[in-house]
């Protein structure tokens, strides 16, 4: 296996070169300047690696998106939506947001949002390409999801949950933000099987990166 590094200036391989497997692997080194994240956005790229890793960059074959107007509500969920009211909020606190995301525990006990990754992604924010979203009921926080946008797209990069159906309400509250202001699609960027059932579908690294051109 041959991976391209990486240095400080250079820029990124072509999205077809990435591997088949693991798939979508495409480079590893660089950084994570403001800068280069925008890049790397821009071309369909995405950082994902655990702390103590090189940082590896990802661009998979199939990519997982979620157009607004079709996200899925189930009849208890919408019950829900009606009984519980939930609250939403914008841009309010994402560094909240993205740390709340890191507590989430993963299989092997670790996590990929680990302080240098939230430090990138908050400067990321700061420069005008995050988002955040916050949604309570009853004054209480519920869930959130955070992400970064480019172009006429949302990536959503992680959601949390604290209290049930949060981080549902939170891709709600999201999608109706996206139709409201007319952004087209939701990246979900890897095969997520509870996204699925909301809504979302696979298409093709070339497809997404005809919604990025």
């Not at 189930?74 to 009984?83: D, E, G, H, R, V």
């Not at 420069?127 to 009853?138: Q, R």
Request: with cysteine; charged share 20%.
């Amino acid at each position: 296996m041959i991976l391209p590094c990486l240095g400080e200036h250079n820029t990124f391989p072509d999205v077809d070169l990435a591997l088949n497997e693991p798939d979508g692997l495409l480079c590893f080194g660089g950084d994570l300047s403001v800068n280069r994240l925008i890049q790397a956005y821009q071309k369909g790229i995405f950082p994902w690696y655990s702390e103590g890793e090189p940082l590896l960059w990802w661009s998979p074959s199939k990519r997982m998106v979620l157009k607004p107007k079709q996200l899925h509500l189930s009849k208890s969920f919408k019950k829900a939506l009606k009984k519980n009211k939930p609250v939403f909020f914008l841009n309010r606190d994402f560094k909240k947001v993205i740390s709340q995301c890191a507590q989430i525990p993963r299989k092997d006990n670790g996590t990929w949002i680990h302080p240098e990754m939230i430090s990138a992604y908050t400067a990321l924010f700061e420069a005008g390409y995050g988002f955040s979203l916050e949604v309570e009921i009853d004054g209480q926080l519920a869930g959130g999801i955070y992400g970064v946008k480019v172009a006429n797209i949302m990536c959503g990069e992680s959601m949390f949950s604290l209290q049930k159906n949060g981080s549902k309400y939170a891709m709600y509250g999201l999608c109706q933000h996206m139709i409201e202001t007319g952004i087209d699609l939701l990246d979900c960027q890897i095969h997520n099987p509870h996204l699925e059932k909301m809504g979302a579908n696979l298409i093709t690294r070339s497809q997404f990166l005809t919604y990025l051109s």
